[in-house]
Structures are given as C-alpha cells and as structure tokens.
C-alpha cells in the first residue's frame, strides 16, 4: 500500500521502479497508464450562476494534468473522458 500525504507530490514511475526491491518487477517502457478526465460545460440549467459555472470551467482546464501531478511519461497515457454539464 502507499500513502502520500496533502503536500506531497506522488512519483509512480519512482515508486514502481522501487517496488522491484520486493519482487514486483514492472517493464516501465512497456506499460500503459489508464487516468479519467472529467470535462465540465457550462449550461443555463438551475443551479449555479452561469459566471461562476464559466470560472470554474476555465480553473479546471487550466488545472495541471493527472499525467504530470503523478510523474507519468506522457505518451504511455490512455485518457479515458466524459462531459459533465453543470
């Protein structure tokens, strides 16, 4: 199991390539990471005020990748998305 705490920034490709000390040997060149992503679209439904709707859209897209939060290459990403309308 692992654990990271609220300030700490998670490696994976660090932490498997340390999981080969207890015998789990992962091929890193050869793996294939699966992350969702959630894509937000502002409409007119009740609820929110369509400007706060708006912000919260724009933060989000401009938010850090997961890819990049967990040290991840790139190009061994699958991202897997869905529209939510707010």
């Not at 654990?3 to 932490?15: C, K, N, S």
């Not at 990471?33 to 894509?39: A, G, I, K, M, P």
């Not at 007119?44 to 706060?52: E, S, V």
Request: hydrophobic share 45%.
């Amino acid at each position: 199991m692992v654990q990271y705490g609220f300030m700490e920034t998670p490696d994976i490709t660090r932490l498997l390539t340390a999981c080969r000390t207890q015998g789990l040997d992962v091929d890193l060149d050869g793996a294939t990471f699966f992350l969702s992503r959630v894509n937000s679209l502002a409409t007119p439904k009740p609820g929110m005020a369509l400007w706060r709707e708006r912000l919260f859209i724009f933060l989000s897209r401009n938010s850090q990748r997961a890819s990049s939060f967990f040290h991840i290459p790139a190009e061994q990403v699958v991202e897997i998305g869905v529209v939510v309308e707010i």
